[in-house]
C-alpha cells in the first residue's frame, strides 16, 4: 500500500500524533469499545487541537481517502473506525470549561462522559448524557443523548447551546442558534454526517447528588413489572427517570447472595429532585410493587453515571438491535418474558429508556432527532467477553428483535443501531430525513463524512 500524497508534511503540520500499520502505537489506536471490531484503519491520526483536525480533514480530502472520525470509541457499530482509512481520534481533544453563573460547559469533542461528569460536579452541575462513564460525548451528543436526566432535562441535544464544527472542505464554524442555524439543527440528532465538532457548549444543571439505584423483581413477576411501570413512567414527575431491564444479577457484594447469577427484571432510577422529597417519590413505587431488591438511595451524580463501568469495561463483544416502541401491549410482553428467560450471557441485557418527561416536550420541529413522540428507546444488547459467543449473542439479539420488531414504533435511536442500511436510516429520521438531506447537500456535498448512519447528500 503507497503512502498517500504528502504524508510526511502533514505528519510535520501536527501537533498530535500520526500512527501507521507498522508504528508500535497501531494495535492500541485502531481498537474500540466493541471487542467484536476488527478493523485495520490506513493511518490514525490523534488530533490534539482544532488545527490538527482542520489538516486532517484537509489532507483525507485532497487523498481521496475514507475518512472515519473518532470521538470515544463507544459506537456498537464500530463506526470510529474503518478499513483502510484515515482515523480522525479526537481524544486528545479533552478539556472543559464550566461558567458556573451561566451555567454552561464548554467540552472538547473527544472526551468522554466521565471526563465532563467530574469536571461539572465539582460546581455542583450535571449534563444529561448517558449510563457509562467511557462514552464518548461527541457520538453521543450528536445522536441525541438518552440517560438518567431525561426526563427532567431533556435530551443531551436539548441542552447543546453551541458546537464548533470542521467542515468537508476544512473551514471551521460555530453553529449556534444565530449562526449556520440549519448546520445547528442537523448536528442535534443528525450524528457525525455534517463535519467535526471540535467543541460542544451546553445548558448544564443544578445536580450534585442523587437519589438513585436498581430495584429488581424476580422474573415470575416481570408481567406484573412491566404492566404497572407501563403506566407509572409516563405520568411520573419530571424528576424521576426509570429505565426498564431485564438482566442478570451480577454476583457483586451490593447483590443479595441468593439472587447473584438469577435472570431478574428491574428499573434502574434516578430521582434528581429536591432530597428531601425523595424518599415521598418512590413511596408509591415501594408500596404498590415492593421489590425483592431494592438498591435505591443517596448517590453522587457521577457515581449514578459510573454505576455500570465496573461491568461493562472495553473489549467486550457487544451485538446490539434496537427500536422505538410507543407502548407496551400484553402480547409484547409476552414476547419479552420469552427472550428475558433465554438470555444468553451473564452480561446481556434489554434496555427500555423513557423519552418522556421534558425531552417529548420539546418540539418535533426543534431539532433533527425523529421520534419525540415515542415513549422508550429499546435496545437489546448481546454481550460477553469471548469471542466465541458471537453467534449465540447475535442470534438471540436477532430473534429477540425480529419477535417484538412489529410492535415497535419502526425506526430505532441511531446510537443504538448497527450497520443496518439506509431504509433503517430513513425510518428512525422520518419528516427530518428530508431536510437532513439537503443540509448534508449544502455542507459535505461529497459525502465525505459518511462513516456513520450515513444521510446521503441528495
Ligand atoms: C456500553 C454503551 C453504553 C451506552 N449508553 C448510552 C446511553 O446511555 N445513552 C445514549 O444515548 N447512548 C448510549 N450509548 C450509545 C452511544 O451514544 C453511541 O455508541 C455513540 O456513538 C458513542 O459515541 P462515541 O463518541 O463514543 O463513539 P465513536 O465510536 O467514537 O463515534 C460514533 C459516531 O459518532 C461520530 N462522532 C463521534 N464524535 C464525533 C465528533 N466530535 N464530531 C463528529 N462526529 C463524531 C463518529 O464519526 C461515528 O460515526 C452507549 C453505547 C455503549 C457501547
Request: charged content about 20%; hydrophobic content about 40%.
Amino acid at each position: 500500500m503507497s503512502n498517500p500524497t504528502g504524508t510526511e508534511q502533514f505528519r510535520a503540520k501536527l501537533r498530535g500524533e500520526l500512527i501507521e500499520p507498522d508504528g508500535e502505537k497501531y494495535e492500541i489506536a485502531r481498537k474500540v469499545y466493541n471487542g467484536m471490531i476488527d478493523r485495520h484503519p490506513r493511518m490514525v491520526v490523534r488530533c490534539a487541537d482544532v488545527a490538527d483536525v482542520i489538516s486532517a480533514v484537509n489532507f483525507g480530502r485532497e487523498n481521496r481517502l475514507v475518512i472515519a472520525v473518532r470521538g470515544g470509541g463507544h459506537n456498537a457499530a464500530g463506526l470510529g473506525v474503518w478499513d483502510d482509512a484515515l482515523v480522525i481520534d479526537l481524544s486528545p481533544i479533552c478539556y472543559t470549561h464550566i461558567d458556573p453563573e451561566a451555567q454552561t460547559v464548554r467540552v472538547g469533542g473527544g472526551c468522554t462522559l466521565g471526563e465532563l461528569d467530574h469536571s461539572t460536579h465539582a460546581f455542583g452541575l450535571a449534563v444529561p448524557t448517558g449510563v457509562l462513564s467511557t462514552t464518548g460525548i461527541g457520538g453521543l451528543a450528536l445522536g441525541g443523548g438518552l440517560g438518567h436526566l431525561t426526563r427532567k432535562c431533556g435530551l443531551t441535544i436539548d441542552n447543546l447551546l453551541a458546537a464548533d464544527v470542521v467542515l468537508a472542505d476544512g473551514r471551521a464554524v460555530i453553529a449556534n442558534q444565530r449562526r449556520n442555524e440549519d448546520l445547528f439543527w442537523a448536528l442535534r440528532g443528525g450524528g457525525g454526517n455534517f463535519g467535526v465538532v471540535t467543541s460542544f457548549l451546553f445548558k448544564a444543571h443544578p445536580i450534585h447528588t442523587d437519589y438513585a439505584g436498581p430495584m429488581l423483581w424476580e422474573l415470575d413477576r416481570a408481567s406484573e413489572v412491566m404492566r404497572w411501570y407501563h403506566d407509572f413512567i409516563v405520568q411520573a414527575p419530571d424528576d424521576l427517570n426509570g429505565f426498564f431491564a431485564f438482566l442478570v444479577v451480577p454476583p457483586g457484594p451490593h447483590f443479595p447472595e441468593q439472587f447473584h447469577n438469577r435472570k431478574m427484571c428491574g428499573v434502574v432510577w434516578c430521582y434528581a429532585g429536591p432530597l428531601d422529597s425523595a424518599e415521598e417519590a418512590f413511596r408509591p413505587i415501594r408500596r404498590s410493587l415492593k421489590p425483592d431488591v431494592d438498591l435505591a438511595g443517596l448517590i453522587p451524580h457521577p457515581a449514578v453515571q459510573s454505576m455500570f463501568d465496573p461491568l461493562y469495561p472495553p473489549g467486550l463483544q457487544w451485538y446490539w438491535k434496537a427500536d422505538f416502541f410507543n407502548e407496551l401491549s400484553d402480547d409484547a410482553i409476552e414476547v419479552h418474558i420469552q427472550y428475558a428467560r433465554q438470555i444468553p450471557t451473564n452480561l446481556s441485557t434489554m434496555h427500555m429508556y423513557p423519552v418522556n418527561g421534558v425531552a417529548s416536550r420539546v418540539s418535533k420541529a426543534e431539532t433533527a432527532w425523529g421520534y419525540r413522540d415515542a415513549t422508550w428507546a429499546g435496545v437489546i444488547a448481546g454481550i460477553d467477553p469471548d469471542p466465541g459467543k458471537k453467534e449465540v449473542l447475535a442470534k438471540w439479539a436477532t430473534n429477540y428483535w425480529e419477535a417484538l420488531h412489529s410492535y415497535s414504533a419502526g425506526g430505532a435511536y441511531v446510537n443504538f443501531m448497527m450497520d443496518e442500511g439506509e431504509d433503517r436510516v430513513k425510518a428512525t429520521y422520518r419528516d427530518s430525513y428530508d431536510r437532513l438531506a439537503a443540509i448534508k447537500s449544502k455542507y459535505d456535498p461529497d459525502n465525505l463524512f459518511h462513516i456513520n448512519q450515513n444521510i446521503k447528500p441528495r
